[in-house]
C-alpha cells in the first residue's frame, strides 16, 4: 500500500518492520556499548509494548528489536540484529521497505505507511510509523513503530463494498425503465458481487414444493422453473430461521447427510425468506459449491436482509400493480358508472360508463366537484356525511344531470375511502341507471295488483277474462285471447278475449289438443313462441299478428297474445306474461276450488238442517226424561222419524248374564217385531255387540248379506238397505247401544258417523246424570267398601311418606276444573305435611289451615282424584282414609248402578284393589224440617238468641245494618261473650249441614 507522509512533531504513528544486511553486528554493538543507543532501562521499557519496534542504522541494517517483534518474525532478539530487510521479506517487500527507510533518512521526517505483508502463510495489513534517529543530531537511522490493522481494513473494504451494493440497489429501485424481471436479474448480480458467491436464486414455496422464479450462475439443479420438494432443499431451514440462515462450510457444519446437501451439493449457503402482502413467498438465496473461509460478517448479514426486503418489496408492488390493473380493466369494463372525488369533492376519475352516463369526457369531469352531474339534498347530506367520516357508505336515489338532454334516474352507491392512517381521503361512487329498474319495478306493483284482482273472480271463466284484460293492461298487447280446456270435447275453447281481438279479428279459433301454438303450449306444459307468423303453414288469417306467444295456464287452458311486429317480445315481456299465467292458474285453481266447495255446502247445508233437527228434537227429549225409560224412548222415536233413518232400538248392558237386552224400539212393524224381546250375547259376531266391545260406532252400507235369524235379516226383508251401531259411553261406562236403520245402502256418510256418535255421547251423559241424580234420592242404595295400595294414589303415597292416619274431611270442585280438598291427618305436623304435599306432582297447591294437638287440617287443589273419577260414574264418596300406604273407601251407588264395573273401574287404574265391603241398605230422605229441628236440638239457649238476632239485625248483610257491640248490648253481655256465642251456633249449623250430609 502507499504510506502516507507525516512530520516529525505529528500525532504517535504505528508501524512495519524493517530490515538490514547480515553484517555490521559488531557495529550496532558498539553503538550500544558506547550508550549511544539505549540504555538498560529504556530497552527494559520498550520490550513490554505489544507492538514491534525497531532501530535500524543508515545500512537497513537492524541495530534493535524488541520482544513483539522478535516474536513476529519467530527469532530471538539477538538474532534479528544485524540483519537487513531483504533477510526477512522477499525482493518486493524488501525494496519497498528500503525506499521507505531512505526517504525518512534522506527528508529527515516521518512517514506512516500501510502495507500488505506475509508472514507463516497468512497476510496481514500492517501499518508503520518511521522516526529519523539522530542520537548526535544528524540521521543515523530509523526508529519503527508497527500496527496490526488488517480488521480494520477488511471492515473499511466491506463498507465499501457494501456502500456501492447499496447504491446499486437503490439506482435499481428509483430505475422507472425497467421492468421487474430485469430489475431482478440487476439484484441477483449485484448480490453475488457484493457476497463474493457465485449462484443467486428467488424461490416460490406453495404445497411443500420449491420452484425456482429467478436465477444466476452455472448450477444446473438452480435455474428458472426447476422444481424440488421442500423436503431437499436448503430454504425449509430458511423458513425456520429467525433472520437469515448463514453456512459456511456445510459438510463441516453437520449437512452430510441432509437430503439438501445431496441433492444440490452447496457447501456454502446464504438466505433470507421473502414476504409478499403479509404472507410467506418463498426465499432469496446465494450459494456456492465451495466452501467459505471466513464467516459472513454482520453488515453482509444486513446487506442480505435489506436485499429481501427490497425483494418483498417489488414483488408485493408488482403484485399491487397488477391487482390496479386488474381492477381497472374491470372497473372499465363494467356498464355501471364508477367514479372517485378527493377530500374536496372533486372528481378524481371516471370510468367510460359515468362518461357515457353524464354525456361528459372524463377529462372535462375530473377536478370538477361531484355536484356538477350530482345534486340534492340527498347527494349532499351522503357526500358530507362520508367525507367527515361519520359514515363509511350511503346510497342515494336521485337523478344525474347530463350535459345535453334530460336527466337519468339513478342509485348511487358511495364508499368512503381511508388513507393508511385512517384519514379520509376521498369517496368512490357506483352509479346505476335506473330508468328500466323502475319501469319494471312500475309493471311489476301492477303485475301484483292485477294477480290480486284474479283471486277476486268468482269462476273460472272470470278468471280467464280477467287476465285476458290484464296482459293488455300492464304489457300493453291487445290481441289477448285466453281459452279453456273442456274436458269432455278435449279441446280448448276461447273464454276471455280483448275488445282488440273481439273488433279486428274474427272468432278466435277452437284447438284441438296437439293443434297448433296453444294446444303444443297445453299438452307441453311449456310456451310457444312464434317470432314470425308468415312461416306458418295454415289456414287461419296472419294479416294482423304477426308474432305470438301462446302459454298454458295451468291444467285450465292457454293464453294467446298476438302482436302486429316480427318479433315482438321482449324477455321482461315473456317473465311478466309467465308471471300472469302463473298468478291466473292459481286463481283458477281457487275458483274451481270454490265453486267445489260452494256445491259441497249447498248439499251439506242441507244435511246440517236435517241432522239439527234430528239433534234439537233429541235434545229436547233428553233434557225433559225424568227416567232412563223416558229418554230411551224418547231417543229411538226421534232418531226412527228423521231421513234418511227408518227405524232404531236400544239395547242395555244385562250385568247378571253379561248380555245386551232391547229395551226401546221404534219403526217398521215387521222390525219391531224382531226386535221385541231380542238379546244377544257381548260377545257375538254382531254390529251391536261389536259396537258395545270395541266402544266404537259400527257401520253397515248392505245389510243385505246379514244372517239369516238376526234380527238385521229381519230389518233387510222389511227394506232396510243400511245400519249403524252406536255405542252409548261415558267416562267409560256402557249404558248400552243405539242401533239406527236407513232404507238405502250407503246412506251413513261420514257426516253422519260424526254426528251419530255425539248423540250417542250425549245419550250416555243423560243417563249417568239420570243415575247420579238417582242416588241423591234413594231410599234404597248399594254401599260399596275397598281398599287401594298404590302409589300412583295420593292417599296411599301421602299417608306412606309422612306416617300420618288421613281422612278426607271433604271437596269442592272449582271453575277451571281442578278439586279442593280438605285432609285431616293425625300423627304429623303441618309442615312436614305440607313439604310432602308440595313435593308431589299430583298437587298444585297446598295451604295448612290447622295445626293444633297432634291434629292437621290441609287445603289442597289437585288436577284429578279417584273421588272425581267415581262422582262421574255415578258413585257418591263418603269416606276416605289412609295410613301406612293403604286407602279406604266408602262409596254409594243407586240400586239400578253397576257396582261390579265401578269396582273393575278402580281395580284396573290401580294395583292390589281388594273388596272388602258390599251392603245394600235403606236410606232415608231427611226432610227440611227434619234437617232443621236438627240444628235448633244442638243449639243453647244463649246460642240461638246471638244466631236469630245477628240475622234478624242485619248483621250478615253488607254492608251492616249493626255491628257487635249494638248486638252485644241487646242482649246485656260483652262484645267478646257475644262473638263466642254466635261462632259457637255457626259451627253447629255447618257440621250439621257438611258432616251429616258427608255421612249419608
Not at 496490526?148 to 473499511?156: G, I, P, S, W
Not at 256418535?757 to 234413594?778: D, F, P
Not at 254409594?892 to 290401580?910: G, K
Request: net charge negative; with cysteine.
Amino acid at each position: 500500500m502507499t504510506g502516507r507522509r507525516r512530520t516529525p512533531g505529528g500525532e504517535p504513528d504505528e508501524g512495519g518492520v524493517a530490515g538490514g544486511s547480515e553484517g555490521a553486528v559488531e557495529d550496532g554493538r558498539a553503538l550500544a556499548d558506547g550508550g549511544q543507543l539505549l540504555d538498560h532501562q529504556f530497552e527494559t521499557v520498550v520490550d513490554q509494548i505489544g507492538e514491534p519496534v525497531f532501530l535500524k542504522d543508515r545500512e537497513g541494517r537492524y541495530v534493535y528489536v524488541n520482544g513483539a517483534a522478535a516474536e513476529l518474525f519467530e527469532a530471538s532478539k539477538e538474532a534479528l540484529v544485524g540483519k537487513s530487510d531483504a533477510d526477512l521479506f522477499d525482493a518486493d517487500e524488501a525494496a519497498a521497505i528500503r525506499a521507505d527507510d531512505e526517504t525518512v533518512i534522506e527528508s529527515g521526517e516521518s512517514i506512516t505507511v500501510e502495507r500488505s505483508h506475509t508472514f507463516r502463510g497468512r497476510g496481514r495489513v500492517w501499518r508503520t510509523t518511521k522516526y529519523p534517529y539522530r542520537p548526535d543530531g544528524d540521521v543515523e537511522g530509523v526508529v519503527g513503530v508497527s500496527r496490526d490493522v488488517t480488521e480494520r481494513v477488511c471492515a473499511e473494504r466491506e463498507r465499501a463494498r457494501n456502500e456501492r451494493a447499496l447504491r446499486d440497489l437503490q439506482r435499481l429501485a428509483s430505475d422507472r425503465e425497467r421492468g421487474f424481471e430485469a430489475k431482478l436479474d440487476r439484484a441477483l448480480s449485484v448480490g453475488r458481487e457484493r457476497l463474493d458467491l457465485p449462484v443467486a436464486f428467488l424461490t416460490r414455496i406453495e404445497d411443500d414444493t420449491q420452484t425456482v422464479v429467478a436465477a444466476a450462475g452455472d448450477h444446473d439443479g438452480i435455474q428458472p422453473g426447476a422444481t424440488a420438494p421442500l423436503s431437499e432443499t436448503y430454504c425449509r431451514r430458511t423458513l425456520d430461521a429467525d433472520g437469515a440462515l448463514a453456512v459456511e462450510h456445510a459438510g463441516a457444519e453437520g449437512w452430510d447427510d441432509d437430503p439438501a446437501y445431496e441433492r444440490f451439493g452447496l457447501e456454502c449457503y446464504f438466505g433470507g425468506t421473502v414476504h409478499v402482502g403479509g404472507e410467506r413467498y418463498g426465499t432469496l438465496c446465494f450459494a456456492d459449491t465451495d466452501s467459505r473461509e471466513r464467516s459472513f460478517s454482520d453488515v453482509e448479514a444486513t446487506f442480505i436482509e435489506l436485499l429481501v426486503e427490497w425483494v418483498s418489496y417489488e414483488l408485493d408492488r408488482r403484485e399491487r400493480e397488477a391487482e390496479l390493473e386488474r381492477f381497472e380493466t374491470i372497473v372499465r369494463a363494467v356498464e355501471d358508472g364508477v367514479y372517485a372525488v378527493d377530500a374536496d369533492g372533486r372528481f378524481t376519475y371516471v370510468n367510460p360508463a359515468m362518461a357515457d352516463l353524464t354525456g361528459y369526457a372524463p377529462g372535462q369531469l375530473r377536478g370538477e366537484h361531484l355536484s356538477t352531474v350530482r345534486d340534492g339534498d340527498g347527494t349532499n347530506a351522503a357526500l358530507a356525511a362520508l367525507l367527515s367520516g361519520e359514515a363509511s357508505e350511503r346510497t342515494v336515489e336521485g337523478s344525474v344531470r347530463r350535459a345535453r338532454g334530460r336527466p337519468v334516474p339513478c342509485e348511487d352507491n358511495m364508499t368512503r375511502l381511508d388513507d393508511a392512517e385512517g384519514e379520509v381521503r376521498g369517496v368512490v361512487g357506483v352509479v346505476r341507471d335506473v330508468t328500466e329498474q323502475r319501469a319494471q319495478r312500475e309493471m311489476l306493483s301492477e303485475l301484483v295488483a292485477s294477480s290480486r284482482s284474479f283471486m277476486g273472480a268468482r269462476d273460472r271463466e272470470a278468471v280467464m277474462w280477467t287476465v285476458a284484460r290484464a296482459i293488455e293492461n300492464v304489457l300493453g298487447f291487445e290481441l289477448n285471447v285466453v281459452r279453456r280446456f273442456d274436458r269432455e270435447g278435449e279441446r280448448l275453447v276461447p273464454v276471455g278475449t280483448t275488445d282488440a281481438v273481439d273488433e279486428r279479428l274474427a272468432d278466435p279459433p277452437v284447438f284441438d289438443l296437439n293443434e297448433g301454438g296453444p294446444g303444443t303450449a297445453f299438452v307441453d306444459g311449456e310456451p310457444v313462441e312464434v317470432r314470425d307468423t308468415a312461416a306458418l303453414d295454415d289456414e287461419y288469417d296472419r294479416e294482423v299478428v304477426r308474432s305470438a306467444l301462446h302459454l298454458p295456464m295451468g291444467v285450465h287452458g292457454t293464453i294467446s297474445i298476438g302482436a302486429e311486429e316480427v318479433d315482438a317480445f321482449s324477455d321482461v315481456d315473456r317473465q311478466a306474461i309467465q308471471l300472469l299465467a302463473t298468478s291466473g292458474a292459481a286463481a283458477a285453481n281457487r275458483a274451481k276450488r270454490e265453486q267445489e266447495v260452494r256445491a259441497a255446502r249447498e248439499r251439506a247445508d242441507a244435511l246440517v238442517d236435517r241432522i239439527n233437527g234430528l239433534i234439537e228434537d233429541t235434545v229436547e227429549v233428553l233434557v225433559q226424561a225424568g227416567t232412563r225409560e223416558q229418554l230411551e224412548r224418547g231417543v229411538v222415536e226421534q232418531v226412527a222419524g228423521t231421513d234418511p233413518y227408518a227405524a232404531a232400538w236400544v239395547a242395555q248392558p244385562d250385568v247378571a248374564t253379561d248380555r245386551l237386552e232391547a229395551t226401546a224400539w221404534e219403526g217398521d212393524a215387521g222390525l219391531v217385531d224382531a226386535v221385541e224381546g231380542h238379546s244377544l250375547g257381548r260377545d257375538a259376531e254382531d254390529p251391536t255387540a261389536r259396537a258395545a266391545r270395541e266402544e266404537a260406532i259400527q257401520v253397515i252400507n248392505d245389510i243385505g248379506a246379514a244372517p239369516t235369524g238376526s234380527v238385521h235379516a229381519a230389518a233387510a226383508a222389511a227394506g232396510f238397505g243400511s245400519m249403524v251401531a252406536v255405542p252409548l259411553t261415558y267416562t267409560g261406562t256402557s249404558y248400552g247401544v243405539l242401533t239406527v236403520y236407513a232404507r238405502e245402502p250407503e246412506a251413513i256418510a261420514d257426516r253422519e258417523r260424526v254426528v251419530l256418535s255425539a248423540l250417542g255421547r250425549a245419550v250416555a251423559n243423560a243417563v249417568n246424570a239420570i243415575e247420579s241424580g238417582r242416588i241423591l234420592t234413594a231410599s234404597r242404595v248399594i254401599e260399596l267398601e275397598f281398599t287401594v295400595r298404590d302409589a300412583d294414589l295420593l292417599f296411599c303415597r301421602l299417608s306412606a311418606g309422612t306416617g300420618a292416619d288421613l281422612e278426607l274431611s271433604g271437596s269442592v270442585y272449582q271453575s277451571d276444573g281442578t278439586l279442593r280438598t280438605y285432609v285431616t291427618a293425625a300423627g304429623t305436623d303441618g309442615e312436614s305435611l305440607l313439604a310432602a304435599l308440595a313435593g308431589d306432582d299430583a298437587v298444585n297447591e297446598a295451604t295448612v289451615i290447622t295445626d293444633r294437638d297432634g291434629e292437621v287440617l290441609v287445603e289442597a287443589v289437585v288436577a284429578e282424584s279417584l273421588v272425581e273419577t267415581l262422582a262421574d260414574h255415578g258413585a257418591v264418596t263418603q269416606a276416605v282414609a289412609a295410613g301406612e300406604g293403604v286407602a279406604r273407601y266408602t262409596v254409594e251407588l243407586p240400586r239400578e248402578a253397576e257396582a261390579r264395573e265401578i269396582f273393575e273401574l278402580v281395580e284396573d287404574r290401580y294395583a292390589a284393589t281388594e273388596l272388602v265391603g258390599y251392603h245394600e241398605h235403606e236410606r232415608a230422605a231427611r226432610t227440611r224440617q227434619e234437617f232443621r229441628e236438627a240444628v235448633l236440638e244442638r243449639f243453647t239457649e244463649r246460642q240461638e238468641t246471638a244466631v236469630r238476632t245477628a240475622h234478624v239485625g242485619g248483621f250478615f248483610e253488607w254492608p251492616r245494618d249493626v255491628d257487635g257491640d249494638e248486638l252485644a248490648a241487646s242482649m246485656d253481655i260483652s262484645r267478646p261473650t257475644y262473638h263466642q256465642h254466635l261462632r259457637a251456633a255457626q259451627r253447629k249449623v255447618f257440621e250439621e249441614l257438611f258432616e251429616q250430609a258427608g255421612r249419608r
